[in-house]
């Protein structure tokens, strides 16, 4: 089966990336987040496609296949307030992709389940002056291994590895703040 959906709204008044003068209060204007912003506001457009599929029970993987992927792009529109303000180099439209594939694995022994997701998230075009982590060039892959024992049993161990320029500048293209670790993450669980 595949479902697709899909989804475009706008937020007005929308906080935006602002360089270092960016927030700088005085005892004569101390700003507000209503009428006096010391940072650039502006309206975006955020937009979205997603859809997932479940293949029927394959030869080599009986449990099927999921097929999960999703489209996103936003732009901000207009920045109605303090336009000086706004972190050079960044850009008006960004895009990035996500994408995931999960075999799973029914009955391997007596009442376990075994599903192997593999993600990736990438951030395919610009520097969003909206949103700080959306950097081109950017993104994280994820591997998991999950386990369900008797439908209320889960244990999940995962894997994630940022990618893309090292770094904390958020004006430079391909900056990803956390592109110099990974982690490797156990979690339990169960359902009453």
Known sequence: ATNVAGEVSVRTHAPLIGSSAAGSQTTADMGNANNNPLYPVGNVMVGLVNAIYGSPALSFDPGGITLIGE???DNVFRVTQNKALLMPGRS?????????????????????????????????????????????????????????????????????????????????????GMADRSYLSLNLSHTF
């Open 71 to 73: 489209v996103e792009w």
């Open 92 to 176: 008006s439209n960004s895009a990035s992709i996500d994408a995931e594939v999960e075999p799973a694995y029914f009955e391997v022994l007596p009442n376990l389940e075994l599903q192997f997701p593999v993600s990736l998230s990438y951030n395919v075009a610009g520097n969003s002056e909206w949103n700080a982590g959306m950097n081109h060039g950017t993104g994280t892959a994820t591997a998991s291994i999950v386990a369900t024992y008797l439908q209320n049993w889960t244990a999940q161990l995962s894997y994630t590895q940022y990618f893309g320029k090292v770094g904390t500048n958020a004006t430079q293209p391909q900056i990803q």
